[in-house]
């Protein structure tokens, strides 16, 4: 009797967490698709897109504006679509200038940089390196200009050339962008603020206005400031709603029982998920709450938290990955309040947001070091730490070296 009764739970936790488990992990976006499986063989479901709802709250604002409309009607080929579109005579105008070109094509990246292997294409193409090479250069007579460049610097040659300028100014240009790395010595020559001027029309990579937009990110978390306080909510605009429809139906059916079962749990299994992102949402207020004040991240372990909500540690894992949370600061993954800890009172995150903080503030004439970064961060934490860990941070952030910021700064007088 115990042995079945054990059984008996043990299914029922299974079946449980089968429904609960990818939901939990699931980000916002997500969510109706991985309620699918649960929903396409239940008669008595119906689905209500949370996005659905959403969508249309926020189009009644727009929908009678000329924007709003063209995009509705028109779409952006892609950069793909657009070069296949030019490879006709008379740039490639025969059977393997066409064919190569294709080839160069798929090895384009989402940039517009070159990024393939001229030695394999011209070993697909049956033809030599040299004529592989031939075709790529072409490809600074097409659309976007730019396109096809193996760097930056080629990319800003390719765009030079179909640049119409006096002589003298063409060249200066010229000369500073093949000695990109040393722009700054140049400084004081008499065409340096009008060849600067050209580059900074130039494209970015050169195929930045086909490059996709950002993802939209939602956030399952907020966090703000309300009439008691700092306060926390989730959003719950976003889910599904799952809509029971069982009138006229014989409840006693074992068939429809257990459909009528599997329905409640897969609202439960919904409710469950706001309910253990509602709060880690509360834990993590009340760890960091001087984070929300202004103040820095705390190290904070993923255990503490699974032991406070009396979770497994995985399961809290999940819960977090690719959410995020919006609050006065912005918007951030949850997994970030889940920083290493340098020491005990120190974390990566607070270190990376003081190096951030740093390169903002800093003399755009004379970038700060990387050591000099290290010695202001010893300093401000109290802490000693290598050279590489600063360095490592601040690629991680996405901020180029004091060397190339100086170079990127010129360019933005």
């Known amino acids: 009797m115990k042995l079945r009764q054990s059984q008996t739970t043990k299914l029922s936790l299974s079946s449980t967490l089968r429904s609960w488990l990818p939901i939990l992990q699931s980000d916002l976006e997500s969510i109706e698709e991985i309620i ?40 952006q080929k892609s950069l793909y679509e657009v070069l296949q579109e030019q490879i006709v005579p008379p740039l490639f105008p025969t059977d393997i200038s066409q064919k190569i070109a294709y080839a160069i094509i ?97 494209s970015n990579p050169p195929a930045i206005s086909f490059m996709k937009e950002s993802k939209k990110i939602i ?37 429809v029982k257990q459909k009528i079962k599997a329905a409640k749990d897969l609202v439960d299994a919904l409710e469950m998920r706001k309910a253990t992102l509602y709060k880690i949402g509360l834990m993590i207020l009340e760890y960091q709450y001087d984070f929300f004040n202004g103040g820095s991240i705390k190290p904070m372990k993923l255990k503490d938290l699974a032991g406070d909500l009396e979770r497994n540690p995985s399961t809290i894992s999940r819960a977090i990955a690719n959410k995020y949370l919006s609050c006065e600061r912005g918007v951030m993954p949850l997994k970030d309040f889940f920083s ?34 290290l010695q202001l961060v010893e300093k401000k934490f109290g802490i000693k730490i290598v050279r590489r860990t600063i360095t490592k941070y601040r690629k991680q952030l996405g901020i180029a070296g004091s060397s190339e910021r100086k170079k990127l ?4 007088r």
């Open 409 to 412: 700064y010129l360019l933005q």
């Open 106 to 202: 798929e090895e384009i990246n989402e940039q517009g940089y070159f990024d393939g292997d001229l030695k394999k294409i011209a070993m697909d193409c049956l033809c030599d390196i040299s004529q592989v090479e031939k075709i790529r250069k072409r490809f600074a007579y097409l659309d976007p200009v730019g396109i096809g460049a193996f760097d930056l610097k080629e990319s800003f040659l390719f765009q030079l050339d179909s640049t119409e300028l006096d002589d003298e100014i063409y060249k200066f240009t010229k000369k500073l962008i093949v000695d990109f790395e040393n722009i700054q010595k140049y400084s004081n020559e008499k065409f340096f603020d009008k060849a600067i001027g050209v580059i900074k029309k130039f």
């Open 219 to 255: 956030p399952d978390i907020f966090i703000y400031r309300g009439d008691n306080g700092i306060e926390i909510s989730i959003n719950s605009y976003y889910y599904p709603e799952i809509v029971l429809d069982i009138e006229g139906v014989d409840k006693k059916v074992e068939y």
């Open 340 to 373: 290493t800890a340098i020491d005990k009172d120190t974390s990566n995150s607070s270190i990376k947001e003081y190096i951030s903080e740093i390169i903002k503030n800093e003399d755009r004439k004379k970038p700060i070091s990387d050591n000099k970064i």
């Open 36 to 75: 699918e499986p649960f929903v396409k063989d239940n008669p008595f479901i119906e689905v209500k897109s949370g996005f659905e709802r959403r969508a249309n709250y926020e189009n009644i604002q727009k929908i009678h504006t000329s924007d709003f409309i063209e995009s509705l009607t028109f779409s």
